[in-house]
């Protein structure tokens, strides 16, 4: 049986308005599957958060917090993101900042739907 798989997916954040600019201008990002033990804790984490309170952000902050490693292990390439000086901004930046609790928020998100099972496993 052939089953197409790919360990990496690209995705363009829409944090801040990120996929409306020119392409020139975006944030990219390449993301490495999550890894099953990291997923179903990660989905579990975001269920939790979304029954307590309907997931605000009182409620997804210890989601952010216990899985925020998970951005610099599976963004394997992050593009378009500078400090104000032109420095380009680090994986290891976005977790330690709450400027960009949103966006890492996004990357974890988006990590938990890439790497779920698709197609007709789902169904049975």
Do not use: C
């Not at 197409?4 to 490495?32: A, M």
């Amino acid at each position: 049986m052939k089953i197409e798989f790919s360990n990496t997916v690209s995705f363009v954040p829409t944090w801040n308005g990120n996929d409306k600019l020119p392409p020139k201008e975006q944030i990219k990002t390449e993301l490495k599957v999550l890894q099953m033990g990291s997923l179903l804790g990660l989905i579990e984490a975001f269920q939790k958060a979304q029954s307590e309170d309907g997931g605000s952000k009182q409620s997804i902050r210890p989601v952010v917090e216990e899985f925020k490693h998970l951005i610099p292990e599976h963004v394997v390439k992050l593009e378009g993101l500078y400090d104000g000086s032109g420095k380009a901004l680090t994986t290891e930046d976005i977790v330690s900042y709450p400027t960009f609790l949103n966006l890492t928020l996004e990357l974890l998100m988006k990590l938990a739907e890439v790497s779920s099972p698709i197609g007709e496993d789902e169904k049975n």
